[in-house]
């Protein structure tokens, strides 16, 4: 099912029909190093696309640059007005507490209630008072999250936002993600080093490999997603060869030390897919 | 297997169960100390506050009775009791009360105006490239200027009233503050800026969601040292010309011999100094709430 670098900016010119986003030859160099060399990329309206790759690869540098945060990249870039961004860190103010901090540059009258709405959205009514300092990591989270969702983005970039948290909150997290996005249908763009991570939200999957995009794969299969599906373990296997992380380097062995005779079954889910090591 | 049998609670396995009190050889257990094996040795202590005060009860003691068998001179140093009694006559005739109100307005005014002055000049400095291109330099070039020494220049053109008092310590005031706040707007989390970006905020609304309550503790820093270089810099004016206030109280003292007189003022100077500096960390308190670990 996988079409390689096939994503050329199809019928870019117009670019504000069914498209969320389109980025023509976008280039960025740092000091003299080229970490982005001529990505073209089309996003539909509502489309939920994970941009995977190895750390250093160029991803959050893509989603800044649809953030609108870095001047200093070149190319087309055409994104919705209404865009809202989840950092890896929750970045709350201190100083504000918790609902001041999700209606933060929210203009009007109902700005209140929406954000109150919001916070009922990711499940932290009666934290609306709180200061940030006495938040969890999950909770501050998810304020982030209430804070993109109040402005009622066509396009939320998600830029590792659940990289910090604990493997039960992240699980939890991205249910509540999921859950989100299918009820308010925005252009998502989640950049992650998390393969599992990929294959369990989006509904298609991108790899970054030496500046330009080197797999673009939809994810096929509909109904609930689960680590168990054959189908899953294939993507996962395939995604993870893309990023350079082969089986045998990905599977954990426990025991003695040196360990010959160990010979993982291909397919096999293995716990340590984070973080491939380049 | 073995059993040692002066610690029944404790069971040891293994190859070699080398006793926890044993030090040394061998991976064996060792007991941590609880509040259960520590219980009963403890001694009774006198409470914290008492024992922090024994030092300097004693030292008062060992002053009067120096002063009663004669060691120390009245004129040098007088006695506890009798530096009690003579700041009491002051306060009843309104000496010590109306020259404490003189030296509070000098320090006020300084602080009125050179902490506004300092936090308007450091934020121009950090915010806008001008504002750094024509103050900072200044004001880092003058930081090195002793500024005691200055008075006399500000006497020259001010003449010895309290325009060229105030003047020094709105000068002296300036600097922690215009430092801090400086520092302060310049260490700002970069990330913080960005969500401002990403969140469409108003140049006019990143300056007040943003950058103000981010420079308050900063700003809470220089409002501490300036209020005590207030008080150190109204020491130095006030002794060398000044017809009213502590300082002339001490000056006059001084020509009369009068130590007494001198220590009252020291105290009040002191006392003055310790209720202002409770006063802006009360201030701290309150509007520092949200920072982590108050």
Same mark, same amino acid.
């Given at each position: 099912?996988?079409?390689?670098?096939?994503?050329?900016?199809?019928?870019?010119?117009?670019?504000?029909?069914?498209?969320?986003?389109?980025?023509?030859?976008l280039?960025r160099?740092?000091?003299?190093?080229?970490?982005?060399?001529?990505?073209?990329?089309?996003?539909?309206?509502?489309?939920?696309?994970?941009?995977?790759?190895?750390?250093g690869?160029?991803?959050?540098?893509?989603?800044?640059?649809?953030?609108?945060?870095?001047a200093?990249?070149?190319?087309?870039?055409?994104?919705?007005?209404r865009?809202?961004?989840?950092?890896?860190?929750?970045?709350?103010?201190?100083?504000?507490?918790?609902?001041?901090?999700?209606?933060?540059g929210?203009?009007?009258?109902?700005?209140?209630?929406?954000?109150?709405?919001?916070?009922?959205?990711?499940?932290?009514?009666?934290?609306e008072?709180?200061?940030?300092?006495?938040?969890?990591?999950?909770?501050?989270?998810?304020?982030?999250?209430? %804070?993109? +969702? /109040?402005?009622?983005?066509?396009? $939320?970039? =998600? *830029?590792? &936002?659940?990289?910090?948290?604990d493997?039960?909150? !992240?699980?939890?997290?991205?249910?509540?993600?999921?859950?989100?996005?299918?009820?308010?249908?925005p252009?998502?763009?989640?950049?992650?080093?998390?393969?599992d991570?990929?294959v369990?939200?989006?509904? %298609?999957? +991108? /790899?970054?490999?030496?500046g330009? $995009?080197? =797999? *673009?794969? &939809?994810?096929?299969?509909?109904?609930?997603r689960? !680590?168990?599906?054959?189908?899953f373990?294939?993507?996962?296997?395939?995604?993870?060869?893309e990023?350079?992380?082969?089986?045998?380097?990905?599977a954990?062995?426990?025991?003695p030390?040196?360990?010959?005779?160990?010979?993982?079954s291909?397919g096999?889910?293995?716990?340590?897919?984070?973080?491939?090591?380049? | 297997?073995?059993?040692?049998?002066d610690?029944?609670?404790?069971?040891?396995?293994?190859?070699?169960?080398?006793?926890?009190?044993?030090?040394?050889?061998?991976?064996?257990?060792?007991?941590?100390?609880?509040?259960?094996?520590?219980?009963?040795?403890?001694?009774?202590?006198?409470?914290?506050?008492?024992?922090r005060?024994?030092?300097?009860?004693?030292?008062?003691?060992?002053?009067?009775?120096?002063?009663?068998?004669?060691?120390?001179?009245?004129?040098?140093?007088?006695?506890?009791?009798?530096?009690?009694?003579?700041?009491?006559?002051?306060?009843?005739?309104?000496?010590?009360?109306?020259?404490?109100w003189?030296?509070?307005?000098?320090?006020?005014?300084?602080?009125?105006?050179?902490?506004?002055?300092?936090?308007?000049?450091?934020?121009?400095?950090?915010l806008?490239?001008?504002?750094?291109?024509?103050?900072?330099?200044?004001?880092?070039?003058?930081?090195?200027?002793p500024?005691?020494?200055?008075?006399?220049?500000?006497?020259?053109w001010?003449?010895?009233?309290e325009?060229?008092?105030?003047?020094l310590?709105?000068?002296?005031v300036?600097?922690?503050?215009?430092?801090?706040v400086?520092?302060?707007?310049?260490?700002?989390?970069?990330?913080?800026?960005?969500?401002?970006?990403?969140?469409?905020?108003?140049?006019?609304?990143?300056?007040?969601r943003?950058?103000?309550?981010?420079i308050?503790?900063?700003?809470?820093m220089?409002?501490?040292?300036?209020?005590?270089?207030?008080?150190?810099?109204?020491?130095?004016?006030?002794?060398?010309?000044?017809?009213?206030?502590?300082?002339?109280?001490?000056?006059?003292?001084q020509?009369?011999?009068?130590?007494?007189?001198?220590?009252?003022?020291?105290?009040?100077y002191?006392?003055?100094?310790?209720?202002?500096?409770?006063?802006?960390?009360?201030?701290?308190?309150?509007?520092?709430?949200?920072?982590?670990?108050?």
């Amino acid at each position: 099912m996988s079409a390689r670098a096939s994503s050329t900016a199809v019928d870019a010119a117009t670019g504000h029909g069914a498209d969320a986003v389109v980025v023509r030859d976008l280039r960025r160099t740092f000091g003299g190093r080229e970490v982005l060399r001529g990505i073209d990329l089309t996003v539909g309206r509502g489309q939920f696309v994970a941009l995977l790759g190895r750390s250093g690869s160029g991803k959050t540098t893509i989603l800044r640059a649809l953030a609108g945060l870095d001047a200093g990249v070149e190319g087309e870039l055409f994104v919705p007005e209404r865009r809202a961004v989840v950092f890896q860190d929750p970045r709350l103010l201190p100083w504000a507490d918790v609902l001041a901090n999700v209606v933060l540059g929210q203009r009007g009258r109902d700005a209140r209630a929406r954000g109150l709405d919001a916070l009922g959205e990711v499940g932290l009514v009666g934290h609306e008072y709180d200061w940030p300092k006495t938040l969890s990591g999950g909770e501050a989270q998810r304020v982030a999250l209430a %804070r993109a +969702l /109040v402005r009622k983005p066509d396009l $939320l970039l =998600l *830029d590792e &936002p659940f990289g910090a948290l604990d493997a039960l909150t !992240r699980i939890r997290m991205h249910a509540l993600v999921a859950r989100l996005c299918a009820r308010h249908h925005p252009a998502v763009l989640l950049v992650t080093h998390d393969v599992d991570e990929a294959v369990l939200l989006a509904d %298609r999957i +991108l /790899v970054l490999t030496d500046g330009t $995009l080197s =797999l *673009d794969v &939809p994810v096929a299969f509909d109904g609930p997603r689960d !680590r168990g599906d054959p189908r899953f373990a294939a993507l996962r296997s395939e995604l993870l060869a893309e990023i350079g992380v082969v089986e045998s380097e990905s599977a954990v062995t426990l025991g003695p030390e040196p360990s010959s005779t160990s010979t993982p079954s291909a397919g096999r889910p293995s716990p340590s897919t984070k973080e491939p090591h380049p | 297997m073995s059993l040692r049998q002066d610690i029944p609670a404790v069971h040891i396995s293994g190859p070699d169960p080398a006793p926890p009190s044993s030090a040394g050889s061998g991976p064996g257990l060792v007991r941590l100390p609880t509040s259960a094996a520590a219980g009963p040795g403890r001694r009774r202590r006198l409470p914290r506050g008492f024992a922090r005060l024994s030092g300097i009860v004693l030292f008062f003691a060992v002053w009067e009775v120096a002063a009663l068998v004669g060691w120390l001179k009245p004129q040098d140093l007088a006695a506890p009791s009798v530096i009690f009694t003579t700041g009491f006559d002051m306060l009843r005739s309104g000496a010590l009360e109306s020259a404490i109100w003189v030296s509070l307005q000098r320090v006020l005014w300084g602080l009125a105006i050179g902490v506004p002055v300092g936090t308007a000049l450091a934020l121009l400095a950090g915010l806008t490239r001008t504002g750094e291109n024509l103050i900072d330099g200044n004001v880092q070039m003058l930081r090195f200027v002793p500024i005691i020494g200055l008075e006399s220049l500000f006497i020259l053109w001010l003449g010895v009233g309290e325009t060229a008092k105030v003047a020094l310590l709105v000068l002296g005031v300036m600097f922690p503050v215009y430092i801090n706040v400086f520092t302060a707007i310049r260490a700002m989390d970069p990330g913080l800026h960005e969500l401002a970006e990403v969140v469409g905020l108003s140049s006019t609304e990143r300056l007040r969601r943003i950058v103000l309550p981010g420079i308050l503790p900063a700003f809470f820093m220089g409002l501490r040292i300036a209020v005590a270089v207030a008080w150190l810099l109204l020491v130095f004016v006030e002794q060398i010309n000044a017809s009213n206030g502590l300082g002339y109280l001490i000056v006059q003292a001084q020509t009369f011999f009068e130590s007494s007189v001198i220590v009252v003022a020291l105290v009040s100077y002191a006392l003055l100094g310790l209720v202002s500096e409770g006063l802006v960390r009360l201030a701290e308190r309150r509007v520092l709430r949200w920072q982590p670990g108050r």
